[in-house]
């Protein structure tokens, strides 16, 4: 079993960034896919970004291409959500989560096996 904790969240003005993190512990993961999700207030669970963890192959959704990068860190077995030029509606909970045992990316989050408790951005206008 995979353990996440993310950290990073927070409130910050339209244009601003912010950097999340997602610590893993548990179990090496050679063979795991990495994701980011985030849920709006009455809304779905929307994919963001994933990494593959070997190799570092990375994918995003339309809405945050060329303003989010999402990167890894082996040695300290974290992931990393970097986020620029926040807009208003970036608003929502953040979630990491993992798929074991795959190097298959899925924008699903029900394909996802492990997730962190969520940590939430607020960018305002």
């Known amino acids: 079993q995979v353990q996440l904790v993310e950290s990073g969240g927070g409130l910050v003005q339209a244009g601003g960034s912010l950097r999340l993190s997602c610590a893993t512990s548990?179990?090496?993961?050679?063979?795991?896919?990495m994701g980011w999700f985030r849920q709006a207030p009455e809304k779905g669970r929307e994919f963001v970004a994933a990494?593959?963890?070997?190799?570092?192959?990375?994918y995003y959704a339309n809405s945050v291409k060329g303003r989010f990068t999402i990167s890894r860190d082996n040695a300290k077995s974290t992931v990393y959500l970097q986020m620029n030029s926040l807009k208003p509606e970036d608003t929502a909970v953040y979630y990491c989560?993992?798929?074991?045992?795959?190097?298959?990316?899925?924008?699903?989050?029900?394909?996802?096996?492990?997730w962190g408790q969520g940590t939430q951005v607020t960018v305002s206008s």
């Open positions: 990494i593959r963890w070997s190799g570092g192959s990375t």
């Open positions: 989560a993992g798929r074991i045992n795959t190097v298959a990316v899925s924008t699903s989050p029900n394909d996802y096996n492990n």
């Open positions: 548990g179990r090496t993961l050679s063979s795991y896919v």
